[in-house]
Every structure is written in C-alpha cells, then in structure tokens.
C-alpha cells in the first residue's frame, strides 16, 4: 500500500501546535470549572452559553467516523447519504423545544434517570443504561478509533492498533481530568479546525475534479480498471457491483431497488434521528449543561446550521474522490483491495483519506491531520464522559447504593478504560461488515436496536397514560424483534457484490431502514395496548415529567419515593479530611470529590426551587425566527436535490 509519510517540518508544526492548543484549553478549563462533584463534572456546572452548546452538539456528533464513512458511503453510491445529515435540521429543533424542556423541569441528568422518574420501578432505567452502552461500544468508539485508523494507516503507514492506543491516551488526558467543562470548550475549538481543514480540501478537491459541472459528468464513468484482472472461476461480478449508479445525485430514491429507499430516508431516517438527538446521552447532556433553555435553543439552531455543512464538505469529497482515484476507492479485486486498503469487501472508506494525501500541499495536509484527530478525538472524548455518566450514575449507584463522590468519580474513568478494551477488539467486525460502507454499518445496526427506545421517549413525554408496564413490555418485544433480524445478518454475513450474503431473504431482504419503521411502529402499538390494559400513573406522579405538565407548579411525588430521594428530603453534602502529599496533587488532577457524607446545616434545610424554563421574550423571538429560517433552508436544500 503506497502512503505519504508526513515527515515535514510544516505538517509536523501544523500537528503539533493543534495539540498545544487543545491541551491548553483544555488545563485552563479544569481550573475555571469546578470538578470535585457529580454535577460540576458531568454537566459542567449547567453554565453554558448557546455558542458553545451549539458547537458541542456538532462536534460531537461530527466524529471522524463522519469523514471516513459520509466520504466512503458518497464514493459509492452518491450523495443520498447526506440526507442522514439533512433530516437532523428538523430533529434538533425537537430537542430544543419539545424534549429538553421536559427534561430540565424533570430535573435528571440522565436519561434512564428521566425514565426511572417518568415510570418509578428500576428494570427500565437499567435497560437503556445497558442497551446505550452497548450502542456506544458497537456503533461509536469501534467505529470512530476504526476511521482514524485508516485515516493514519493512509497518512502514515502506521499499524492501526499503535496509532488507535496514543490518540485514546490524548483524549483520556483531558476528558479524565477536565469532565464536561473541558469537553464543551475543546469541542468549540475542534469545531473551528473541522470547518476551516475540511472546506480547505474541498476548495481542492474540486479545483482537482474541475467544479460541480465535471462531476456531475465524471462520476458515472469512474469505473475501475483493475477489474480486468478479476478471476472469472472463482468470482461472478455484475456490472453494477462497479458501475456508479444512475441515481448518484438524488436524494430520494427507488422505494424497492434503491441502497437507500425513500421512505427510509424520510420516516426511517427520522426515526433513528428522533433516538440520537432526542433521547441519547451524549447529546442531551450538552443540552442538559446549558445555563437556561433559551440558551439550548440557540445552541440547536447553531448545530443545525452546521449540519448543513457535511454534504458539501465530506460526501461530495467522497465522490470526488472516487473520480480521481477509481482504481483505489472504486476496488471490486477483493486480492487488490486487501493490498490497497487491509480488506477484500472494498475500500470505499479510504475516500476521505486518499484525497488528504494526495492532493494537499505541505501544511495543508498536516492541517487534515489535525482536523481527523479533532474530530476523533472530539466525538470519543464526548463519548467517554457520557457512557461513564450512564454507568456511574445508573448501573454503579444500584450495586452500591451509599457510594461516596469520590468512588463514583474513580469509578467513571475505570470504566472508560473498560470500554476502550472491549470496542478494540470489535474493529474487525466493523472493517468487513455492510460491503466495507461504515456509514451503512453504524446505521444499520441503529435500525435495529434504537426505534423502540424512540417510540417510548416519545410517548412517554406526550402520552400520560403509558405506564411502566407498556413501556417495558414494548422495548422487551422491540429487543426481540431487532435481534431476530441483527442476529442473523451478523452471522451469515451482510455479504458483498464478489462475496454475496447467504442470510434467508425473509430476515434480510428488507432494507435496514424500512426494517426501522415496522420495528418503531409495533414497538409504540405494544406499549399502547399494555399500558391501556393496566391501570394509569396518577397525574401527581408526572408534575413537570410529560410535555403538557411542563409548567405545572404542583408538588410532584416521585413514583418509588423513598426518604433518601424525597424531594424534599434534607440534602446531604460531602466533606473530607485534609489530604497532603502525592494524594493532595492527584486529587486536584482528577478533580477528586469527597468521601464522607453529612447533612446540611437543618436552617438552610428548604425544599429545592422548581426548575426555571422560562425564557426572555427578545431572545425567545430571535430563537423561534431562527428556527422557521432554518426549516425553510431545510426543505429549499431536499427539494433542490431530490
């Protein structure tokens, strides 16, 4: 495999200095916040301003699992895999103005928290814990350290493990040490090098391409030349294996034929979108650390803006990509694909990265470098402080009930390491499965396993009479039904044009989007007919829990009150004896909380004030404005390129 080795005193200045940076706000970030409790370091003291909220939001969502598999799913098929990016214009401004305002009167920090108060009882709560941390392992930490592999192996021509194990040791250096604070303020900054690198290459790529005009021509005859060497006695190839599709430039496509059918770009793509923005805890804890709602709506539209730019910036790159390079990205030879790019399925997934080491000059391509670094470390950084959210808070706090801050604290980054480990070893599986299409891959397992966590948030924040027992019932037989068709698809295989699947057609002849939809829809019919055979949950048990009880003032009785978690039970603080040496120095590295426990001084013992969602009437205007001009952008952007 040919690589460009960035060896150069601009590139390596470029790298180096971007590291400085990072490093730095992120030391002066773990002095300015305070850290030594759970909610100074989990939800960075709820002091947040929209830009820095809005910015998070993208950059965590915008990982370089997005530029090697937006780029690579592009490359092969066109430009319809942005409508992923597009449908998020509308999800964010859901979040913004329907779930995050349930949550902050819910006053939760997690989501299995929000559910554990919506419905009382503890098997649900711990089922999202549970099935969130498996998501996170399978579909974000794997696929991000697997694209920033290629990115390096294609750069560098590093081994992929080496260069995976010393970018996770600079992103833990600050998530550990910084908590959230640090994370929102790097994420502003990575935010600013992801924009700026990647419309760099895209000013190239299409000076190198021609401009629009040429590629729209191009593309359909960047047909590989290498398939002439194919062994026709052990392989059997269609033309359209290696021929660009037709459809290439539309957005909506074939409901039947098509890679990516229409009603599962617009329901099902919805869908799974509803559950990542809307009920994900890497996402809504951004929203959850903003200092008022006015604030998280602001930071929604800035990240809708945003995620405008990804079509133009990574998926017609991608295409570009395939124009210039239709040896190497377009590869069908599975013996030259395993040479080019480390596997037989093909290497689509090197679009983004060829395009970096090849067209870029000295310093500009140490600059793409930096901008792939940011965003793997921006989104795994995101990634390990939420999963450790959801484990200490939700899965820890249940095996030791009376855990001190301090061990919580320990307990949140031991497990991050844990995870780490585990999502290493699921790399292979990733690198083989859906063709070689990452993006296909990371969606395709959502489909299965997300649409009954969206349909019970989405009743349970409107429909008062679901209860505890339609909504466990509903993602217990959502569970079933989605492991009936991933189960499968993993063990024969999602197969390829050379290697073709030998799963039954009955279980994966549907399109994973389609699939989606049926699984949202029985899951959300299941939870409403349990929940309307068995008796309601009382109204005094949802004060400020669903959307219409909101503003509700009434006092709420927490289902499954106890007298440690009354609401207006007396509040306990922490305190600790003094310590001194080494133990006092990492202590304040790591932002250590205390470990005793005592109560408040009984004077100050007052019930808790009601959560504020009220907003100022000016800001309140701007915000609601901004979001109609974005919708009309939106739509304007389907409809021209449908």
Same mark, same amino acid.
């Given at each position: 495999?040919?690589?460009?080795? !960035?060896?150069?005193?601009?590139?390596?200045?470029?790298?180096?200095?971007?590291?400085?940076?990072?490093?730095?706000?992120?030391?002066?970030?773990?002095?300015?916040?305070?850290?030594?409790?759970?909610?100074?370091?989990?939800?960075?003291?709820?002091?947040?301003?929209?830009? *820095?909220?809005?910015?998070?939001?993208?950059?965590?969502?915008?990982?370089?699992?997005?530029?090697?598999?937006?780029?690579?799913?592009?490359?092969?098929?066109?430009?319809?895999?942005?409508?992923?990016?597009?449908?998020?214009?509308?999800?964010?401004?859901? +979040?913004?103005?329907?779930?995050?305002?349930?949550?902050?009167?819910?006053?939760?920090?997690?989501?299995?928290?929000?559910? %554990?108060?919506?419905?009382?009882?503890?098997?649900?709560?711990?089922?999202?814990?549970?099935?969130?941390?498996?998501?996170?392992?399978?579909?974000?930490?794997?696929?991000?350290?697997?694209?920033?592999?290629?990115?390096?192996? @294609?750069?560098?021509?590093?081994?992929?493990?080496?260069?995976?194990? $010393?970018?996770?040791?600079?992103?833990?250096?600050?998530?550990?040490?910084?908590?959230?604070?640090?994370?929102?303020?790097?994420?502003?900054?990575?935010?600013?090098?992801?924009?700026?690198?990647?419309?760099?290459?895209?000013?190239?790529?299409?000076?190198?391409?021609?401009?629009?005009?040429?590629?729209?021509?191009?593309?359909?005859?960047?047909?590989?030349?290498?398939?002439?060497?194919?062994?026709?006695?052990?392989?059997?190839?269609?033309?359209?294996?290696?021929?660009?599709?037709?459809?290439?430039?539309?957005?909506?496509?074939?409901?039947?034929?098509?890679?990516?059918?229409?009603?599962?770009?617009?329901?099902?793509? $919805?869908?799974?979108?509803?559950?990542?923005?809307?009920?994900? @805890?890497?996402?809504? @804890?951004?929203?959850?650390?903003?200092?008022?709602?006015?604030?998280?709506?602001?930071?929604?539209?800035?990240?809708?803006?945003?995620?405008?730019?990804?079509?133009?910036?990574?998926?017609?790159?991608?295409?570009?990509?395939?124009?210039?390079?239709?040896?190497?990205?377009?590869?069908?030879?599975?013996?030259?694909?395993?040479?080019?790019?480390?596997?037989?399925?093909?290497?689509?997934?090197?679009?983004?990265? %060829?395009?970096?080491?090849?067209?870029?000059?000295?310093?500009?391509?140490?600059?793409?470098?930096?901008?792939?670094?940011?965003?793997?470390?921006?989104?795994?950084?995101?990634?390990?402080?939420?999963?450790?959210?959801?484990?200490?808070?939700?899965?820890?706090?249940?095996?030791?009930?009376?855990?001190?801050?301090?061990?919580?604290?320990?307990?949140?980054?031991?497990?991050?390491?844990?995870?780490?480990?585990?999502? !290493?070893?699921?790399?292979?599986?990733?690198?083989?499965? @859906?063709?070689?299409?990452?993006?296909?891959?990371?969606?395709?397992?959502?489909?299965?396993?997300?649409?009954?966590?969206?349909?019970?948030?989405?009743?349970?924040?409107?429909?008062?009479?679901?209860?505890?027992?339609?909504?466990?019932?509903? +993602?217990?037989?959502?569970?079933?039904?989605?492991?009936?068709?991933?189960?499968?698809?993993?063990?024969?295989?999602?197969?390829?044009?050379?290697?073709?699947?030998?799963?039954?057609?009955? !279980?994966?002849?549907?399109?994973?989007?389609?699939?989606?939809?049926? +699984?949202?829809?029985?899951?959300?019919?299941?939870?409403?007919?349990?929940?309307?055979?068995?008796? *309601?949950?009382?109204?005094?048990? +949802?004060?400020?829990?669903?959307?219409?009880?909101?503003?509700?003032?009434?006092?709420?009785?927490?289902?499954?009150?106890?007298?440690?978690?009354?609401?207006?039970?007396?509040?306990?603080?922490?305190?600790?004896?003094?310590?001194?040496?080494?133990?006092?120095?990492?202590?304040?590295?790591?932002?250590?909380?205390?470990?005793?426990?005592?109560?408040?001084?009984?004077?100050?013992?007052?019930?808790?004030?009601?959560?504020?969602?009220?907003? %100022?009437?000016?800001?309140?205007?701007?915000?609601?404005?901004?979001?109609?001009?974005?919708?009309?952008?939106?739509?304007?952007?389907?409809?021209?390129?449908?």
């Amino acid at each position: 495999m040919e690589t460009v080795a !960035i060896n150069n005193v601009a590139d390596i200045s470029v790298i180096v200095g971007y590291f400085l940076l990072v490093v730095c706000v992120g030391l002066w970030s773990m002095f300015r916040t305070n850290r030594s409790t759970v909610g100074g370091y989990f939800l960075a003291g709820r002091s947040m301003t929209w830009w *820095p909220v809005g910015a998070s939001l993208f950059a965590s969502n915008i990982g370089s699992g997005h530029f090697v598999g937006l780029a690579g799913t592009g490359a092969a098929s066109g430009i319809a895999v942005g409508g992923f990016e597009w449908n998020a214009l509308f999800i964010v401004l859901l +979040l913004g103005w329907v779930f995050v305002p349930v949550y902050l009167t819910a006053g939760v920090i997690t989501m299995p928290e929000y559910l %554990k108060k919506r419905f009382g009882g503890s098997r649900i709560s711990l089922y999202l814990s549970i099935i969130s941390l498996f998501l996170y392992i399978f579909t974000k930490i794997s696929v991000d350290m697997f694209s920033g592999a290629v990115f390096i192996q @294609q750069a560098l021509g590093w081994n992929i493990y080496i260069s995976v194990i $010393a970018l996770l040791l600079i992103t833990a250096l600050y998530t550990v040490t910084g908590g959230l604070a640090a994370l929102m303020y790097t994420d502003t900054v990575q935010t600013i090098v992801i924009i700026a690198g990647a419309c760099v290459l895209t000013g190239y790529s299409f000076s190198a391409v021609g401009g629009y005009d040429a590629l729209l021509h191009r593309y359909s005859s960047s047909l590989p030349l290498n398939r002439s060497s194919l062994d026709p006695a052990r392989y059997s190839i269609a033309p359209w294996c290696y021929t660009p599709r037709t459809d290439a430039f539309s957005l909506l496509r074939d409901a039947s034929t098509a890679d990516l059918p229409w009603p599962g770009v617009l329901l099902g793509i $919805a869908i799974v979108g509803g559950w990542y923005w809307c009920t994900d @805890q890497v996402i809504v @804890q951004r929203c959850l650390a903003a200092r008022s709602l006015s604030d998280v709506k602001a930071g929604c539209i800035l990240c809708g803006y945003l995620k405008v730019l990804p079509m133009f910036l990574m998926v017609f790159p991608g295409m570009i990509s395939r124009v210039l390079y239709p040896d190497e990205v377009g590869c069908v030879v599975p013996e030259l694909c395993q040479q080019i790019c480390g596997t037989e399925v093909g290497c689509s997934n090197i679009a983004y990265p %060829k395009l970096v080491v090849s067209i870029l000059p000295n310093g500009l391509r140490g600059l793409l470098l930096a901008v792939m670094l940011a965003a793997l470390m921006s989104s795994l950084a995101s990634i390990f402080n939420s999963s450790s959210t959801l484990f200490t808070l939700d899965i820890w706090t249940r095996l030791r009930p009376r855990a001190t801050e301090k061990e919580l604290l320990i307990v949140g980054r031991v497990w991050v390491l844990c995870i780490v480990g585990v999502s !290493i070893c699921w790399i292979p599986v990733v690198q083989a499965s @859906q063709s070689g299409q990452l993006f296909d891959y990371i969606q395709s397992v959502c489909s299965y396993l997300a649409p009954p966590i969206a349909a019970v948030f989405l009743l349970a924040v409107f429909i008062r009479r679901v209860n505890e027992k339609g909504a466990f019932w509903g +993602l217990m037989g959502g569970l079933l039904m989605g492991l009936s068709r991933m189960i499968p698809e993993f063990w024969f295989g999602t197969g390829s044009c050379v290697f073709p699947s030998h799963c039954p057609g009955i !279980i994966c002849g549907v399109h994973y989007l389609h699939f989606g939809i049926v +699984l949202f829809f029985c899951s959300g019919a299941l939870v409403l007919m349990v929940s309307f055979c068995s008796p *309601p949950i009382p109204d005094a048990h +949802l004060h400020r829990l669903v959307f219409s009880l909101r503003h509700s003032k009434e006092p709420r009785i927490d289902l499954d009150q106890t007298p440690e978690h009354n609401e207006n039970s007396e509040p306990v603080v922490e305190e600790e004896e003094e310590e001194a040496g080494v133990c006092a120095v990492i202590g304040r590295f790591c932002g250590g909380g205390s470990s005793k426990t005592r109560p408040l001084d009984p004077s100050t013992n007052e019930p808790p004030p009601l959560p504020d969602i009220s907003e %100022k009437p000016l800001f309140k205007i701007i915000v609601d404005v901004n979001a109609l001009i974005m919708m009309t952008a939106a739509v304007f952007l389907w409809g021209f390129f449908a």
